[in-house]
């Protein structure tokens, strides 16, 4: 590992005694039908460790500061600002197949896995913490976790890869398919699903499919109608948005609310 890495690793190992703010998205409007941004399916979050990083979601800015952090919620649309040169950020989220971190500056980047469990049980604890403490102690103990794990690193650099996980996130609720995932590749099928799979952890097909059902999971927790969540989720209907959920969980949706 290079001098700049083991310096932002640093700037982690001291995070637990210095974080001051961390901060909760949780909901927020139906994500435009254009423009830029991108949501996520499961809890995700964004640390300042120098610097300045600004994260813009619809009507709200968040500055965050060093020691600062913020936690986004299934489903709220936001785009993160490029970086001011001095600045460096971290960040967590969660794909099929593990835990994904990144961390960066305004000139380069680095993304590492480790197992999502106990880190998406954890961040989503501190999610639904009642009170600033409980934020904060909640994304201390989070903290710790991944600073206790082995971290290897995860092959995102292909360019290819990187064009198909945006198309995917940004485009979710627009009713993606895989040969939109196909063509943000610019590759043919077969290298398009070979770099899409050992990159992201499962194939195209599976990767959305699973996505929409957590992003359902997390809108129904929200308190969304199942009519609300199917379209949000880019299900052509509430009827097929049931059904993929009894399928996969044995109940209907309407369980969740109630």
Not at 51 to 69: E, F, N, Y
Not at 105 to 113: A, F, I, N, Q
Not at 135 to 159: H, M, Y
Request: positive net charge.
């Amino acid at each position: 590992m290079d001098t700049t890495f083991r310096r932002w690793w640093r700037l982690i190992d001291d995070l637990p005694g210095k974080l001051s703010q961390v901060t909760v998205w949780k909901d927020g409007p139906s994500p435009p039908l254009t423009g830029d941004g991108h949501l996520h399916v499961t809890p995700t979050s964004v640390v300042c460790l120098d610097g300045v990083v600004r994260i813009v979601a619809p009507g709200k800015t968040i500055d965050l500061q060093p020691g600062q952090a913020v936690i986004i919620g299934p489903g709220v649309w936001h785009r993160h600002e490029l970086l001011r040169r001095g600045s460096v950020w971290f960040g967590q989220g969660f794909l099929p197949a593990c835990s994904d971190v990144l961390m960066g500056d305004s000139d380069r980047e680095w993304r590492g896995r480790l197992p999502s469990q106990p880190s998406r049980r954890l961040m989503e604890a501190a999610l639904a913490a009642p009170d600033d403490k409980g934020r904060i102690t909640g994304f201390s103990e989070l903290i710790k976790q991944i600073l206790s794990e082995s971290v290897d690193d995860l092959p995102f650099a292909n360019p290819a890869l990187q064009r198909m996980i945006a198309r995917l996130w940004s485009n979710l609720h627009r009713g993606v398919s895989v040969e939109d995932l196909i063509r943000a590749s610019g590759l043919s099928r077969a290298q398009a699903y070979r770099i899409f799979t050992e990159g992201y952890g499962v194939p195209p097909k599976d990767a959305i499919a699973t996505a929409r059902l957590w992003l359902a999971e997390g809108l129904l927790n929200n308190g969304l109608s199942v009519a609300a969540v199917a379209d949000r989720c880019g299900f052509p209907s509430a009827d097929t948005f049931a059904r993929a959920w009894k399928r996969m969980h044995g109940t209907p949706p309407s369980r969740v609310r109630a």
